[in-house]
């Protein structure tokens, strides 16, 4: 058998599968606010229940956000990276109180190149605090981390 389990290719030398790393996850505290255990996966605290989630867009610029630790809050803007431009978030200003991740779907799933999509913006909110959460639909050639009056931007302050 020329595979691993794990898809990997076998040794050339003794045929033996590479050891599969796993990587630690290590929480900022072991015990959630109730002194129930936090999952060993993400750290997140599963008892606690979190508020309803809210998806934000573009319609909600400027407007104050409240979290707790450990929420997700979700953005969605339009994006059309075929042209060029996309949502590049500004790090500068988030202050180590959330992550991010993103995501990006094409309107017309299929379809050849030239349609826009939904670019969706996950946060997580991680140690309390405040920050903002800042984007700006530029092409990443030519922003150069200064905000210009004619850029698409957003700001929505942050506090968890």
């Known amino acids: 058998m020329d595979m691993c389990p794990d898809g990997s290719s076998r ?6 599968c590479p050891k599969i790393a796993t990587a630690a996850v290590i929480c900022p505290m072991d015990m959630c606010p109730d ?3 936090r999952s060993k996966i993400d750290c997140s605290c599963p008892k606690i229940a979190t508020a309803v989630a809210k998806v934000y867009t573009e319609a909600n610029d400027g407007q104050a956000i409240s979290a ?8 969605k803007f339009s994006e059309n990276p075929t042209t060029g431009y996309t949502m590049i978030v500004d790090d500068s200003v988030i202050n180590g109180v959330f992550t991010y991740t993103s995501s990006y779907a094409q309107d017309q799933p ?7 999509g939904k ?5 997580k909110a991680v140690k309390k605090g ?18 210009k009056d004619e850029d698409s931007k957003w700001s929505y302050p942050i506090t968890i």
Do not use: Q
């Open 11 to 16: 040794s050339s030398i003794d045929c033996s």
């Open 35 to 37: 002194g129930s255990s």
């Open 68 to 75: 707790n630790v450990g929420d997700v809050i979700t953005f």
């Open 110 to 116: 299929g379809k050849c190149c030239g349609y826009g």
């Open 119 to 123: 670019k969706t913006i996950t946060l």
């Open 130 to 147: 405040s920050g903002v959460f800042r984007l700006v639909n530029a092409r990443s050639w030519e922003y150069k981390g200064v905000w």
